[in-house]
């Protein structure tokens, strides 16, 4: 497709189950980011990858939350042991690389509901 | 640090009205300043950047560095306006920071 695609678009666990998110950005982006979209809180910045490496990780909440990013392409977001405060939108965007001036493509996003 | 701050939640006008955003960032360096917008049941998209100077949907926002502030205006707010308003900055180490979202309501 042409833009950003997240998957599973709702996934509903139960406390204390790992999830993954998954992230196809837009093909030749070779930048991705990864937001937590919260009410009241608005986008909460987790981890940014420039090919396949993540210069910054400091958005992480925890050391539960991890992510990955294989082939310069898809990348996947792991949260272990989810909790009920990980409930949220998690949304992925990229870009043709960091230092393009400008736009993030983003994708619809994957709701999390942990119970 | 960088941060981004818009201190409105809700922000409500009637159609025809001027409407305003606010934006307030802290960043030491020379940030590049952004609005996203998300309308209803659409994905979070770019709506305009300081760095072109541009009019999108009649939208402007001028940065000004002095008050540190990187204001949305339109002068006559239209129903399609309605929508969730995102400020961001980008810093020297590429992180796009948003503010919190002011959710605008533009009544008929």
């Known amino acids: 497709g042409a833009g950003v695609s997240q998957s599973p678009s709702n996934k509903v666990t139960e406390k204390g189950k790992d999830v993954e998110l998954r992230c196809d950005p837009i093909s030749g982006h070779t930048a991705l980011y990864w937001y937590r979209q919260s009410l009241g809180q608005g986008l909460e910045f987790l981890i940014y990858f420039q090919g396949n490496s993540a210069p910054d990780k400091s958005g992480l909440p925890s050391d539960r939350f991890s992510a990955e990013r294989t082939g310069g392409s898809v990348s996947t977001l792991t949260i272990q042991r989810t909790q009920q405060e990980d409930s949220a939108v998690y949304l992925c965007?990229?870009?043709?690389?960091?230092?393009?001036?400008?736009?993030?493509?983003f994708g619809e996003g994957s709701r999390l509901t942990v119970l | 640090a960088q941060r981004v701050t818009q201190p409105e939640k809700l922000l409500s006008v009637f159609k025809g009205a001027p409407v305003e955003l606010k934006c307030n960032y802290s960043?030491?360096?020379?940030?590049?300043l952004f609005w996203y917008v998300q309308y209803s049941r659409q994905r979070l998209q770019l709506l305009l950047r300081?760095?072109s100077r541009e009019s999108i949907k009649g939208f402007t926002a001028d940065l000004n560095k002095g008050e540190t502030s990187f204001h949305l205006k339109k002068p006559f707010a239209q129903e399609e306006d309605s929508a969730m308003y995102y400020c961001a900055l980008r810093g020297s180490n590429y992180k796009l920071t948003f503010g919190k979202g002011t959710l605008l309501t533009v009544n008929p």
């Open positions: 960043y030491s360096g020379s940030p590049e």
């Open positions: 300081h760095i």
């Open positions: 965007a990229s870009s043709l690389n960091v230092g393009n001036p400008g736009e993030l493509f």
